[in-house]
T-cell receptor, first 112, second 114 residues
Framework: QQQVKQSPQSLIVQKGGISIINCAYENTAFDYFPWYQQFPGKGPALLIAIRPDVSEKKEGRFTISFNKSAKQFSLHIMDSQPGDSATYFCAARGDTGNQFYFGTGTSLTVIP | NAGVMQNPRHLVRRRGQEARLRCSPMKGHSHVYWYRQLPEEGLKFMVYLQKENIIDESGMPKERFSAEFPKEGPSILRIQQVVRGDSAAYFC????????????FGDGTRLSIL
């Protein structure tokens, strides 16, 4: 059973456009929600993260929007660039604090 | 760059052989996590260790898999009698404290079983 559901599976955006990736979860005990960026052949790298008591967090061109009542959160990449082309994973920290549950990933392609 | 170091980067084994994957955490980090990534899937938690202790192995198969993080040296994920289904990318992450800090991942070991 997938604890964190992520969509879309793939996304193509024009340079300068906004990329939006969505995630949903069921377990209300999840208490920390990071996003990771992964390039081919590399490990995931932490991009930005949010706690459930905050509705939005922005770091540069990256913004997380969090809707606690709907149990959904999303990543927005403003002014998308070709260098942003990568696979993005959302995740949620489980109630024991020992593990993160990952979404299945979104392959983002930003075309010039 | 003293990031999380994993080796080997690629490992090929025949069915029935043993695979040993190594992970050196970032300097000053005493908490290590192992995750497995299958093609087209997200990462799946396997085990969480502190120095000389296994804290949570709830994601690790009960048979053939074991992990350790000795007082000295890297953390080791060991897979005995490998099968084709063990083919995956195995990632290690580390943190300086338990639970509360985002995890930094290594570049993984790609395990292929012939």
């Amino acid at each position: 059973q997938q604890q964190v559901k992520q969509s879309p599976q793939s996304l193509i955006v024009q340079k300068g456009g906004i990329s939006i990736i969505n995630c949903a979860y069921e377990n209300t005990a999840f208490d920390y929600f990071p996003w990771y960026q992964q390039f081919p052949g590399k490990g995931p790298a932490l991009l930005i993260a949010i706690r459930p008591d905050v509705s939005e967090k922005k770091e540069g061109r990256f913004t997380i929007s969090f809707n606690k009542s709907a149990k959904q959160f999303s990543l927005h990449i403003m002014d998308s660039q070709p260098g942003d082309s990568a696979t993005y994973f959302c995740a949620a920290r489980g109630d024991t604090g020992n593990q993160f549950y990952f979404g299945t990933g979104t392959s983002l392609t930003v075309i010039p | 760059n003293a990031g999380v170091m994993q080796n080997p980067r690629h490992l090929v084994r025949r069915r029935g052989q043993e695979a040993r994957l190594r992970c050196s955490p970032m300097k000053g980090h005493s908490h290590v996590y192992w995750y497995r990534q299958l093609p087209e899937e997200g990462l799946k938690f396997m085990v969480y260790l502190q120095k000389e202790n296994i804290i949570d192995e709830s994601g690790m198969p009960k048979e053939r898999f074991s992990a350790e993080f000795p007082k000295e040296g890297p953390s080791i994920l060991r897979i005995q009698q490998v099968v084709r289904g063990d083919s995956a990318a195995y990632f290690c992450a580390s943190s300086p404290v338990a639970a509360g800090v985002p995890q930094h991942f290594g570049d993984g070991t790609r395990l292929s079983i012939l």
